[in-house]
């Protein structure tokens, strides 16, 4: 699920998992991926997965919606600049 706001975007986005695991292992084939890559993951849901999801918060754009900001670089706490970080 995603909410969106108005000259903004996407605010939040979310998911739920997939707990089932026969729907977990046809989906991997059907994608050519090996269960043996994902055997951990897998394992998971072989004993025991329960139900869940998550969301993202962008709390740059949640701030721009609030403050009806137009641009993202001007509510963004510590501005990224490429070549500035020096380690």
Known sequence: ???LARGVG????GSQREER????LG???????KEED??????MRRYGGTRHAGFGLGFERF???VTGMS???DVIPYPRTVGTAEF
Do not use: A, T
């Open 21 to 24: 695991l026969e729907r977990l």
């Open 63 to 65: 701030i721009m919606y």
């Open 38 to 43: 994902y055997s951990w993951y897998v394992d």
């Open 1 to 3: 699920m995603d909410l």
């Open 27 to 33: 989906r991997m084939e059907e994608l050519g991926l």
């Open 71 to 73: 641009n993202i670089r």
């Open 10 to 13: 996407e605010i939040i986005g």
